[in-house]
């Protein structure tokens, strides 16, 4: 899934450069060079976004958009897991609530996106943030560079909130410079962007960014009916699970806040804080809570 997405971010990136070049030559002009350098013409289905840049005389503007992956995302990961049984809900002597089932499955929602899957929508593979973005150039092909901010998300924010930050869109919709909005994105990791800049004060300068990257997704809708859906389709097999963060006693203290050491000739234990929960005896981890009919 996560592979395609970014595939999508990255793909045609040589092809919309050859749309919105202003010398239609470069093709014309590699087709007469050797062997070698021809591997990097502009095919737009079969040329990967790696390949170098087509070379170009000192006359002709660069216009050629590539988009690299840089750093990946860091996948949201489970420090613990558990199991909810559907059966064992609201029964004397068990944790599952409809309350708690509720609760899950708002958080099971927010982390899936709606696609053209069987089952009609796939687990995020990477955190999704709500991204007002005002835009600053078209990359082509619905990619945006922006300027953007998100809220911090994951345990301990992995992915940091950005502020007035530059980034780069994947939108659903076609749109223009200047236009702003707010979609959901999901973070599919720190790519490296060569473009010619066309904003001020940067324009005509050929550069090299490295920005977080979002693509647009939508995200199922937390209502009644998608419980039941859901519900329907944990009982019928489906393998469903949601990662939650979760308040928990701390395990190296117990609870207590602090830990005991013995003193040398004295009856009372030395009392140390607990630097894993900061003395508040709880600790906040990541939990993946999987769904059992
Ligand atoms: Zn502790």
């Known amino acids: 899934m996560i592979k395609r997405l970014l595939l999508v971010l990255l793909a045609s990136a040589v092809s919309a450069s050859a749309q919105t070049t202003a010398f239609g030559t470069k093709a014309t002009a590699n087709a007469a060079a050797p062997a070698e350098t021809t591997a990097t013409t502009p095919t737009p289905a079969t040329t990967p976004a790696t390949k170098a840049t087509p070379k170009v005389t000192e006359d002709e503007v660069d216009n050629t958009v590539v988009i690299t992956p840089f750093r990946a995302l860091t996948p ?3 420090k613990s897991t558990r199991t909810f049984q559907l059966s064992k809900i609201n029964k004397l002597g068990f944790t599952e609530t409809t309350k708690e089932l509720q609760r ?3 958080a099971f929602a927010t982390q899936r996106i709606v696609d053209g899957s069987p089952t009609g929508s ?22 945006f560079l922006a300027k953007a901010a998100w809220p911090a998300s994951g345990p301990n924010e992995v992915l940091a909130a950005g502020v007035d930050t530059m980034a780069i869109l994947l939108l659903e919709k076609p749109a223009k410079v200047g236009d702003t909005g707010k979609i959901t994105g999901m973070h599919v990791g720190t790519v490296a962007l060569l473009f010619t800049a066309t904003y001020p004060p940067l324009v005509g300068k050929r550069l090299t960014i490295r920005r977080e990257a979002f693509v647009e997704c939508v995200t199922l809708e937390d ?3 998608g419980l039941r859906k859901f519900v329907e389709a944990v009982n019928a097999g489906a393998e ?16 207590l806040g602090f830990t005991r050491e013995a003193q040398k000739g004295q009856l009372l234990d030395k009392r140390v804080p607990c630097a894993d929960c900061a003395s508040s005896g709880k600790v906040i981890i990541s939990v993946e809570t999987k769904f059992a009919p």
Do not use: F, H, W
């Not at 990477?126 to 990619?143: E, K």
């Not at 979760?246 to 203290?253: G, L, M």
């Open 76 to 78: 949201p990961d489970a």
């Open 104 to 106: 899950l499955y708002s």
């Open 122 to 143: 796939s687990k995020a593979t990477g955190y999704l943030a709500t991204v007002n973005y005002s835009l600053v150039q078209d990359l082509g092909d619905n990619r």
């Open 240 to 255: 469903m699970s949601t990662t939650t963060n979760e308040q928990i006693t701390c395990k190296k203290c117990g609870g």
């Open 223 to 225: 209502s009644a009916a």
